[in-house]
């Protein structure tokens, strides 16, 4: 049986998820299909961003100019500090907390606002249809006035030679 919606979004990165909660705050019926699973084998939402990519990068940054700022910078300000080591572990922890607080938080809004979360990877297989794949390899069909394809990107190396 083919659902039926306003929107679909593929894709619930920075510009998927914001445009998914639009959507449905202007009372659109709207999905927003999401591939990413977190270590517990779950759809989490936020895209590369907020899984792998900006947030958790600069989580991890945040931790390592504090070390540095441990390290040599207190002095200046009268602060003295005997040896100072980086615990990895922790900062790792730190960092999968910062992760799973904003996922979660996204799929919090996405309740809060009735945007149906569909895990899997989405495909527009024509103007007014997408098909999901989870992550089993079922599928099932979405019929959508409007398709949002907000799906990323990945890096690619040039050849230069």
Known sequence: ????????VIGSGPAGYVAAIRC??????TACIEKWLNKENKTVYGGTCLNVGCIPSKAL??????????????????IKVGKV?????TMVGRKD???KQLTQ???????????DGIAGTG????AN?????????KQQELAAKHIIIAAGSVPVSPNCY
């Open 85 to 89: 080591s980086v615990d990895v572990a």
């Open 24 to 29: 449905a705050q202007l009372g659109f019926k």
């Open 105 to 115: 938080g996204v799929k919090g809004l996405f309740a809060a606002n009735k945007v």
């Open 1 to 8: 049986m083919t659902k039926q919606y306003d929107v679909v």
């Open 129 to 137: 249809t997408v098909i999901v794949t989870d992550h089993d390899g």
């Open 97 to 99: 907390q910062i992760v």
């Open 61 to 78: 940054l945040d931790s390592s100019h504090k070390f540095v700022e441990a390290q040599s910078h207190l002095d200046v300000h009268g």
């Open 123 to 126: 495909k527009v297989a024509s």
